[in-house]
């Protein structure tokens, strides 16, 4: 793509960017959730109902895989065993949990709603663009929030070291300067964050090998489309299947049809299917500490809470071996890579005891299923079953839901129900039914949406970065063009 065409699409995300701008010293953007469905919820808001869901996601409850975990303060060097429960998706790599997570962090963030209490999505700032235009990354800009770029090089973001190798920048107290502190809840999201830094640094300077005008704008630009290309070409096949990408690029969404984006609570809630992605433990690492040893570490420990250098995987926190290696998360093609999790009604025993640092609010309760049940009585979303119903899909059968007494054997909560079509109908490789359109048209919409994508500019763009099939562009690759690449720590 040439230089004229990048440099008149860079006029519009240059407002684009002042527009985060403004948002971000308000503390809240000018978008709200909202609803793509009218129904009715899929049960009443009331002591009965919150008790049955708490009982349906507490630890060591219906929904826990019960993997057989040894926490305490010796930190792991081989893999643990896991649960029966536990099953190695075979269509999907370690890293697509994390991407997914990354995603999330840069189209939604939901600070005020309260748990498990009716409230109107509209009423509820979303206080992220609802667009992948990575403003949990970027900030407001170089000149909004200049505490995120290089005090040298305003058009760079600032990076730190301090561990083996690359490092978010940090406060004395070990957090974050960055734009969104989810990223770095655990350490493969603040991995993947530092990496995007990397990677935007390293397309500054192609753009000015090449003189072109610019130079942060059109380089974000860059890294933008680069991205799109990867969410569309490589995430979404993974989770919805590329069958139904392609139908509805051929046909059109049926059922997100707006005039300008926003984020469905439906697909807020159903998106949380990676949180049955997630293992109970990585390899962050080949050598991590002084004695060049693996480092492996649960995705959270109880014992881990306020130590220096935590023997889990949470972030907040530097050390030498606090990197990730990403060759068991992406495939190199080293035969290193490790399998994601497959999607069913079953999440890893950690994520039951969270560390209050991860939560919003910072309150309990600590269980991450019990937080995803009660969010639906948050937005009073309707039944799995009826929303299948409505979209024309053959519903499928929950009738185990009612062990809990709150009469929702026929109605179950969107969540649980979305992640019971992936482990019914595909056996937990991909989203199926209803989970799988709602987040398959709303990422597309939200790439067909966005005034700066490529998808309105220039659709029959291709990517022209360095990488391994030339016209393509996969996670490999970014991470290879970032240099935090396996062959690059080695190096």
Do not use: C
């Not at 990354?102 to 663009?129: A, C, Q, W, Y």
């Not at 997100?256 to 159903?270: C, D, G, L, M, T």
């Not at 014992?303 to 068991?328: H, K, N, S």
């Amino acid at each position: 793509m040439g230089a004229t065409a990048i440099a008149a699409v860079t006029v519009d995300l240059d407002a684009a960017m002042a527009a985060s701008a403004r948002a971000e010293s308000s503390g809240v953007l000018a978008n709200s959730f909202g609803r793509i469905f009218q129904l009715p919820a899929f049960a009443p808001a009331n002591d009965t109902v919150r008790a049955g869901l708490m009982e349906m996601g507490k630890p060591g409850g219906f929904m826990d895989a019960k993997d057989p975990l040894q926490f305490g303060p010796i930190r792991l060097i081989t893999e643990p065993e896991l649960s029966p429960n536990n099953l190695d998706n075979p269509t999907q790599t370690a890293g697509t949990t994390f991407l997914g997570q990354f995603l999330d962090h840069d189209m939604t963030f939901d600070r005020l709603s309260p748990l498990g209490v009716p409230k109107r999505p509209e009423d509820s700032p979303n206080t992220r663009t609802p667009q992948f235009d990575l403003d949990s990354v970027y900030g407001g800009g170089p000149d909004t929030s200049p505490h995120l770029y290089s005090s040298n090089d305003r058009a760079k973001f600032r990076i730190e070291n301090g561990g083996a190798f690359e490092d978010l920048p940090r406060r004395s107290n070990g957090s974050a300067i960055i734009a969104d502190e989810r990223n770095d809840e655990n350490l493969m999201i603040a991995g993947l964050h530092v990496a995007f830094m990397k990677f935007h640094n390293r397309v500054v300077d192609r753009v000015r090998s090449q003189g072109l005008p610019n130079t942060f704008g059109t380089a974000r630009l860059n890294v933008l489309w680069h991205y799109h290309w990867i969410i569309l070409h490589e995430f979404l096949p993974q989770i919805a299947g590329q069958a139904l990408i392609n139908h509805i690029l051929r046909n059109g969404r049926q059922f997100y049809r707006p005039s300008e984006a926003f984020i469905p609570v439906e697909f807020q809630i159903a998106y949380r299917m990676g949180h049955s992605m997630i293992r109970p433990s990585y390899r962050a690492n080949m050598k991590g500490d002084a004695g060049d040893q693996p480092f492996f570490g649960f995705i959270f420990d109880p014992v881990a809470e306020g130590q220096a250098d935590p023997v889990d995987l949470r972030g907040g926190t530097r050390a030498r071996r606090r990197f990730i290696g990403w060759q068991t998360f992406f495939d190199f093609g080293d035969g290193e890579v490790k399998a994601n999790k497959r999607t069913d009604t079953k999440l890893s025993t950690p994520l039951f005891n969270l560390p209050l640092q991860t939560i919003t609010s910072g309150d309990p309760p600590t269980s991450l299923a019990t937080r995803n049940l009660l969010r639906h009585l948050t937005w009073s979303l309707p039944s799995g079953q009826r929303l299948a119903q409505t979209m024309g899909i053959s519903p499928i059968s929950t009738g185990e839901l009612g062990v809990f007494g709150i009469g929702i054997e026929n109605h179950a909560p969107l969540w649980y129900y979305v992640l019971k079509e992936a482990e019914t109908l595909t056996n937990g490789r991909s989203l199926a039914g209803v989970g799988a359109r709602l987040i398959a048209e709303v990422f597309i919409g939200l790439l067909q949406l966005d005034s700066q994508g490529y998808h309105r500019n220039a659709p029959n763009w291709r990517p022209f970065l360095p990488s391994r099939t030339p016209g393509d562009f996969r996670m490999v690759d970014l991470l290879t063009f970032a240099e935090v690449d396996p062959a690059s720590r080695r190096q």
